[in-house]
């Protein structure tokens, strides 16, 4: 079992947006899979746990980026699991570029929930490996909490949720949430900034079907993403984005 996971990964253009860079949720699925290897090396994953009745989910999420990638451009991800916090499990990462200078850093929280009544786990009983010297290496060090709404009148957009947006759990992956966010802005948005940090906070399963009001608040170079559910208006996702000129 190894104590920090390493995967080198090269950028492919349909991973990039319009101009090339490497997609918002592309750097995303890069994560989830270099994470689920490394908890499937510690047998703490998909198939491992499946046969306990259990999964893991992405709770909260804080990623700063420095330089975003290109297509064709070769990178490095390292990521550890740092400890548990109450009911969270903590999981860091860094990607690094071609010259091994870190240009990506990031911290998650997990939690762990049965399948069959979708109640948290306790994950101290899965006995994960945690190496003493993880616990003070740091993607990121903060602890990741509640995001506030920003003032102001929201700008809306709708979504439905279809086949294209569910994983293996048959909910929506936690990338089609940021593709959902990113189709909030213009080209001219994406050709005049890049994004210098994210935190996206996943309050609630999503299911085929349901209709997700998605409601965008701005103030200067934040701005400020969260989702309702139309039926019930149960807040699904919040988001924090800051813009770098």
Same mark, same amino acid.
């Given at each position: ?128 490996? #945690?190496? !003493?010297? %993880?616990?003070? *290496? ?9 995001? &506030?709404?920003? /003032? ?58 349901? #209709?997700? !009001?998605? %409601?965008?608040? *701005? ?9 309702? &559910?139309?039926? /019930? ?13």
């Amino acid at each position: 079992m190894q104590a920090v996971w390493s995967e080198d990964i090269k950028v492919k253009v349909y991973e990039t947006d319009l101009n090339g860079r490497l997609k918002l949720s592309s750097l995303f699925n890069y994560f989830q899979e270099a994470a689920g290897n490394h908890a499937s090396d510690l047998n703490v994953g998909y198939f491992q746990l499946k046969e306990k009745n259990l999964f893991w989910v992405l709770s909260r999420i804080k990623i700063v980026i420095h330089q975003m990638p290109e297509w064709g451009e070769q990178l490095s991800i390292e990521t550890w699991p740092k400890g548990i916090d109450k009911l969270f499990a903590l999981r860091d990462f860094k990607f690094s570029d071609k010259d091994n200078t870190p240009i990506i850093y990031g911290t998650s929280c997990w939690l762990l929930i049965d399948s069959h009544n979708h109640r948290l786990h306790k994950i101290e009983e899965l006995g994960i490996y #945690v190496p !003493e010297e %993880n616990k003070s *290496k740091h993607g990121i060090s903060e602890l990741l909490d509640k995001l &506030k709404v920003l /003032d102001g009148n929201p700008v809306s957009f709708n979504h439905k949720v279809t086949l294209n947006d569910l994983d293996i759990l048959q909910h929506v992956n936690n990338s089609r949430y940021i593709e959902w966010m990113t189709d909030c802005f213009s080209i001219e948005d994406i050709n005049r900034h890049s994004i210098k940090s994210i935190q996206v906070n996943y309050l609630e399963e999503t299911k085929i079907d349901e #209709v997700i !009001e998605i %409601n965008q608040f *701005k103030k200067e170079r934040i701005y400020y993403i969260e989702g309702f &559910k139309k039926q /019930d208006k149960s807040k699904v996702f919040q988001a924090q984005l800051e813009w770098d000129t």
